[in-house]
């Protein structure tokens, strides 16, 4: 005697008006470096949520090369070596921009470690690079100025301290998503990296 047939696995109900089809996710847009250095701007809560997960290493590498040229370029040293010697200002801008480089995943890599410390569970690369984005994308501003402007006017000083705070939210969103940590733990994650740029970068003599 043969055994009964398999009994088929039941299948879905047919899609109705009050119970229609189950759709596949939609796939995540790419985020490009307009939307993603723009968007931190105007809609930096979205932009951060969009970016979740994702590493940023292209945008981060391109905005610390154009911060460190400026920087550099506005430092009247700079300009009195390139007067005497173009070669040797060639190689001055070279080497600062190896360390603004450097200097940028040190403060991404900090601020990742430190969050994995506090217990968050986020990636590496993703919060690095989007850290070093968020980073410079604030500090833009105040480059701009102070390149045309002494430090010490009252004007520059009011975009340096506006700038870092909200580049400092914009950290303490970004390690609060990236790892799922508490707010108060997110802002330790990056208050030592953050005031020492404010020192060192931002309150530093540009002369």
């Given amino acids: ?16 008006l009050l119970q229609p089809a189950p759709r596949e996710p939609a796939p995540r847009r790419r985020l490009w470096w307009h939307r993603l250095i723009f968007g931190l701007w105007y809609r930096p809560v979205e932009v951060l949520d969009e970016a979740r997960d994702r590493s ?15 920087g550099v370029l506005s430092v009247d040293a700079f300009h009195a070596q390139w007067a005497v010697d173009r070669t040797a200002g060639l190689q001055l801008i070279g080497l600062a921009e190896v360390g603004v480089l450097v200097a940028s995943f040190v403060l991404g890599a900090v601020a ?6 506090l217990g968050g569970i986020g990636r590496f690369a993703p919060t690095a690079s989007l850290f070093i984005v968020l980073f ?39 390690i ?6 508490s707010t108060w733990k997110s802002a330790a994650a990056v208050s030592v990296q953050m005031l ?8 530093g003599p540009v002369s």
């Avoid at 005697?1 to 109705?16: E, G, I, K």
């Avoid at 292209?58 to 460190?68: E, F, K, T």
């Avoid at 833009?140 to 975009?159: G, K, S």
């Fill in 136 to 174: 410079w994308v604030t500090d833009l501003p105040r480059l701009a100025i102070a390149a045309w402007l002494p430090t010490d006017a009252t004007f520059v000083q009011a975009a340096t301290w506006t700038t870092w705070g909200f580049g400092y939210v914009l950290a303490i969103l970004l």
């Fill in 196 to 203: 020492a740029a404010l020192a060192l970068l931002r309150l």
């Fill in 176 to 181: 609060r998503g990236q790892h799922h940590l």
């Fill in 112 to 117: 990742h470690a430190i969050a994995r410390t």
């Fill in 1 to 16: 005697m043969s055994a009964p047939p398999p009994t088929p696995p039941p299948q879905p109900p047919p899609p109705t």
């Fill in 56 to 70: 940023a290493w292209s945008a981060a590498i391109m905005l610390s090369l154009v911060s460190g040229a400026i």
